[in-house]
Every structure is written in C-alpha cells, then in structure tokens.
T-cell receptor, first 110, second 114 residues
Framework: DAKTTQPNSMESNEEEPVHLPCNHS???????IHWYRQLPSQGPEYVIH???SNVNNRMASLAIAEDRKSSTLILHRATLRDAAVYYC???????????FGKGTRLSVIA | DGGITQSPKYLFRKEGQNVTLSCEQN?????MYWYRQDPGQGLRLIYY???????QKGDIAEGYSVSREKKESFPLTVTSAQKNPTAFYLC?????????????FGPGTRLTVL
C-alpha cells in the first residue's frame, strides 16, 4: 500500500472547524482514501472514505485534491468528544487489510 | 445489538504462560482481524482471516496463533514464544470487500505479562 504522511499532533478550539491534512504523493489510481479515528482506550472507528470526489457524512467531510496526492478531513465544529488519534489510510484493490500509521493526535481545547 | 465483543477487558498473566484472547462478532462478517497496539504507536496487524478455516499472517505473527473454526469467532493465542506480549490487542471484522470495506473494531483487551 502507498504511504501516507500526517502531522503528529494538532490542536483546535472547541466549536471551531478542524482541517486534518494527509499527504499521499504515491497514491495509485485504484487506492481509496480511508479515515479512522481512535478515542482514548478504545478501538478505532470508521470516519469516512473516498476515491476522487469530495465526500460528506454525518461525522465529517473529506476533501480530496484534484491530483489525489493529498486529502483533508474536515470536522465542521470540533467538540471535546472529537479529541482522538485520526488515521489516514490508503486501501488498494488487492486483498490486503488496513495498514495503520501513527496518525494525528487531535487535542480540543474548551 | 450487533457488534464485536472482546473478553476480558484486562488480562494479567505470568511470563511463560500461553493466553487466549476471545473475539466474537454477530455482524455476519466474513473477514476478521487481530491487531496489536503499543503505547503511542499505531496498530500493527498480527493475523487476519477472510473466510472460515483460513487465515493469513500479518506483519508481526511470530509468537501468536489463531483459529477460525466458526464465522463469528476468531480467538488469538499469545504463546510463550512472543518476546514482549504486553500490549493492547484489538479485534476487528468486515464484510470483506477490500476496496471500500469498513472495519468494525471491538473494545480491545489490555494484556499485561508480569
């Protein structure tokens, strides 16, 4: 699987939007971009995924660059419950499981 | 409620003992996975299974064994050969569509070897 690069940590104020970046310059045409997050002492949970077009769901939005070499996870109004480690993962069409990097640790300040 | 259960939540064992971690899912998922997480690190894949009676090694399979005799169950045994078994162990399952598949994770088992 192609590699992703994320900042180690980010900080946000409560109720403000958060933009979590992910670089994936070696992405292939068949790689899907997945985002998961892990709350403290819990298992990861799915957030969103996309291929080429921007995606929205009840948790977040995913903005994908036109060349697909980067993407941004957008939390529209951060809450204290959004404090977690966010993982950006590429998934290709081969039969391989998710590969987790170290992710970005998001802190939300009240 | 559908989901994944792992038991126990905390487990203590003496060095040299084998220990089996339980993972059960009632989501009717074909694929199941075991990951290990060390403090401040991401998840690393131990084993995965795409179908009953079949499983593949992940990146760090040495010192671990699994079985998949039933669709809903994927127990992990941490053997005495595992050099540093103290970690947070996470089980997951998914439908098995590799492109868009969503993995659902259990709450994890925190294993401490004394």
């Amino acid at each position: 699987d192609a590699k992703t690069t994320q900042p180690n940590s980010m900080e946000s104020n409560e109720e403000e939007p958060v933009h979590l970046p992910c670089n994936h310059s070696t992405i292939s045409g068949t790689d899907y971009i997945h985002w998961y997050r892990q709350l403290p002492s819990q298992g990861p949970e799915y957030v969103i995924h996309g291929l080429t077009s921007n995606v929205n769901n009840r948790m977040a939005s995913l903005a994908i660059a036109e060349d697909r070499k980067s993407s941004t996870l957008i939390l529209h109004r951060a809450t204290l419950r959004d404090a977690a480690v966010y993982y950006c993962i590429l998934r290709n069409s081969g039969n391989t499981p998710l590969v987790f990097g170290k992710g970005t640790r998001l802190s939300v300040i009240a | 409620d559908g989901g994944i259960t792992q038991s126990p939540k905390y487990l203590f064992r003496k060095e040299g003992q084998n220990v089996t971690l339980s993972c059960e899912q009632n989501l009717n998922h074909d694929a199941m996975y075991w990951y290990r997480q060390d403090p401040g690190q991401g998840l690393r894949l131990i084993y995965y299974s795409q179908i009953v009676n079949d499983f593949q090694k992940g990146d760090i399979a040495e010192g671990y064994s699994v079985s998949r005799e039933k669709k809903e169950s994927f127990p992990l045994t941490v053997t005495s050969a595992q050099k540093n078994p103290t970690a947070f162990y996470l089980c997951a399952s998914s439908i098995g569509d590799w492109d868009t598949d969503t993995q659902y994770f259990g709450p994890g088992t925190r294993l401490t070897v004394l």
